[in-house]
């Protein structure tokens, strides 16, 4: 901070500083992050700008190379086991048993929805990341693929989300059933049960909100002070938002769900880290979902960005603390 700054109160902190890599986590966690950071540097210094919101082809082109860099980092780390795509409600949906996994009918199940920034992660990404979810709940999964922007924006994603929950209700009762989703997932995960509410649906037994995008319009403290410091998510995601939105209002809880009536959510985990650009949603939602007396737990990774360490011991943390969950709440 220059002396000039510091004479001028405009109640913004202006900063220069140096973010470094901490001992307090795992060597692994330390290299990733090390790893990351020439690529931090070369996107704030020269930022990849999106395609004009009405240019189809170009978003067409952009999410299909999010797809395969997502595919790229969960590839070779799926857990063994039965994957099979089907169709269910009219919507693909990826089938996966793991390893150990108990697909009898009155067994329970995960319902999981991906991430992605609301536009990408579909088809192979998309069997990917609800592998490892598989993996990591070791509950029998079921993955779905749904639409997406720029072809089919908001709200044909919830849309296909409330379709496989009914579908999945008419073989399982909800007391069997657990909803899980990452980033944009999350955001789908309580969207979907605010409209399930509004939709006289009964709540699954227990939900999974990991790094989830809560508020599209990006309020949150983190959005400021951990700019540049999440070597995943190094920058807000303001394009994407208005392509899935499609002009839709940012604060409509369908859409941030962060401000809707969360009374009647079920028993929720919520799991981020502190050098996660979304971590100002997670601490907002439990606070309010405490608040409204929902049971909820949030757990926080020393220097964890947006979606872990790829494979580090801090990542098999939140697993164990996802089977404990789960036990807690499905008996």
């Known amino acids: 901070m220059s002396n000039d700054d510091a004479d001028t109160n405009d109640g913004v902190l202006h900063l220069d500083r140096e973010i470094r890599v901490p001992t307090s986590i795992s060597e692994r966690a330390q290299a990733s992050l090390r790893a990351a950071v020439p690529t931090v ?9 999106a395609p004009p919101l009405d240019d189809k082809d170009a978003w067409r082109v952009r999410n299909a190379m999010v797809d395969e860099h997502i595919a790229s980092m ?26 150990g996994a108990d697909a009898s009918d009155d067994a329970p199940i995960l319902y999981d929805i991906h991430g992605g920034a609301l536009v990408a992660g579909g088809g192979e990404a998309c069997r990917l990341m609800g592998m490892s979810a598989a993996g990591r709940a070791g509950l029998h999964t079921f993955a779905i693929d749904y639409r997406m922007a720029p072809d089919h924006p908001y709200p044909a994603a919830l849309d296909d989300c409330i379709a496989v929950y009914r579908a999945l209700l008419e073989r ?57 410091v999440d070597v995943v998510l190094v920058q807000r995601l303001t394009d994407t938002i208005a392509l899935y ?17 969360v009374s009647h959510f079920p028993p929720t985990l919520i799991q981020a880290g502190t050098r996660d650009l979304f971590l100002s949603n997670a601490a907002r939602m439990h606070r309010k979902l405490r608040a409204a007396d929902v049971p909820a ?20 943390e939140v697993a164990v603390e996802v089977r404990k969950f789960l036990a807690r709440y499905l008996g």
């Open 41 to 49: 540097h070369a996107t704030l210094a020269n930022p990849v700008a």
């Open 297 to 316: 737990e949030l757990h926080v990774w020393e220097a964890m960005p947006h979606g872990g360490f790829g494979g580090a011991p801090e990542d098999i």
């Open 245 to 261: 939105a499609d002009g839709h209002d940012l604060t409509h809880p369908y859409l941030s769900p962060l401000f809707g009536d």
């Open 74 to 99: 969960f590839a070779g780390r799926e857990p063994l086991g039965e994957c099979e795509l089907r169709e269910i409600a009219g919507v693909p949906v990826f089938e996966i048993v793991p390893d």
């Open 172 to 228: 399982w009762p909800a007391s069997r059933i657990v909803v899980d989703g990452g980033s944009a997932g999350g955001n789908l995960v309580a969207a979907l049960l605010l409209r399930a509410h509004d939709e006289g649906l009964p709540m699954p037994a227990a939900a999974m909100l990991f790094t989830p995008e809560l508020d599209l319009t990006e309020s949150g403290d983190s959005f400021d002070v951990l700019h540049g």
